[in-house]
């Protein structure tokens, strides 16, 4: 939402006619859900509904009321019998034609879809750890990159946030309910630090942390010393799984959004710990002992 109604912004100052088209009702299997949203403009096409025939469409209809002056139209679209998409649900669209009024209520949820937002907490600035925030970048989440070097921090993506802090672990007090902790320090008492904080928080979606069996082992005394050994079962480490054993970080960056996704998207944070446990100790981390 946020996208489309900065490039609405662009379109009215320069007087470009733009319509809205929203996927009001999705039946059935659908190529994207309720809410899904794309911009028409003449020349140009911002978001998507989800693609084929439906979207190509939907254009078509867009540009059709921008050539006649209309301001609102409907589709109704049964997505086989009428169009040939195999995934065969029912679509219904509202097609508006974009002004002043239109683009403060777009900026309104805009405010309240970015307040929602998941977040994810990534500790240490290292190689891993900004391939991990620009795969993140993209996703509708709440993204901060922690380290306590501010000069590994520059050049990420602007909806990264970034934070230099001198004690990290103190980030995870502060941070939403439900969020996601993935740690990868330079320093493993540190990142030890940090997750034991994470797992102090029953509320905690996802903790991860980079490393090997052996780490892993090793945290897991840890714990057990300060009487904590039974939330080992909630870390995730490897992080990324183990079915690869690759050591790039642009791949375990990958892999580990993935995991993340799940967990903040899907509400499956119960569920993905007791999965990837049962390969754990079957297979290193595909991250090895590689440093972020």
Do not use: W
């Not at 990534?122 to 380290?147: E, K, N, Q, S, Y």
């Amino acid at each position: 939402m946020t996208s489309l109604a900065a490039l609405r912004r662009g379109s009215l100052a320069a007087n470009r006619p733009s319509i809205l088209v929203t996927v009001t009702r999705a039946l059935g299997s659908t190529p994207r859900e309720a809410g899904a949203r794309m911009l028409v403009s003449p020349d140009d096409v911002a978001g998507t509904i989800g693609g084929g025939r439906l979207e190509f469409d939907a254009i078509d209809r867009a540009r059709a009321m921008l050539s006649a002056g209309e301001s609102a139209a409907t589709m109704d679209v049964p997505l086989g019998p009428e169009i040939g998409q195999c995934c065969g649900g029912r679509v219904m669209l509202s097609l508006e034609r974009v002004d002043a009024e239109l683009l403060v209520r777009l900026e309104a949820e805009a405010a309240i879809e970015l307040a929602g937002r998941p977040a994810a907490l990534i500790f240490g600035a290292g190689h891993t750890g900004r391939a991990l925030a620009c795969a993140l970048a993209p996703l509708p989440l709440t993204v901060r990159l922690i380290d306590s070097r501010p000069e590994t921090l520059a050049g990420l993506p602007e909806s990264v946030a970034t934070v230099a802090a001198a004690m990290p672990e103190a980030e995870v007090d502060s941070a939403p309910k439900r969020s996601a902790f993935v740690v990868m320090t330079h320093d493993h008492a540190l990142d030890f630090l940090i997750t034991a904080a994470a797992l102090a928080r029953p509320d905690a979606a996802y903790v991860g942390m980079i490393g090997s069996a052996t780490k892993r082992e090793r945290f897991r005394r840890h714990l057990a010393e300060e009487g904590r050994a039974g939330d080992i079962a909630r870390l995730i480490l490897p992080i990324g799984g183990s079915a690869l054993r690759d050591k790039r970080p642009e791949v375990i960056a990958a892999l580990t959004a993935a995991e993340i996704a799940t967990c903040l998207f899907s509400d499956q944070a119960e569920k993905l710990p007791a999965r990837l446990a049962a390969g754990a100790g079957q297979c290193h981390s595909a991250a090895g002992t590689h440093r972020g």
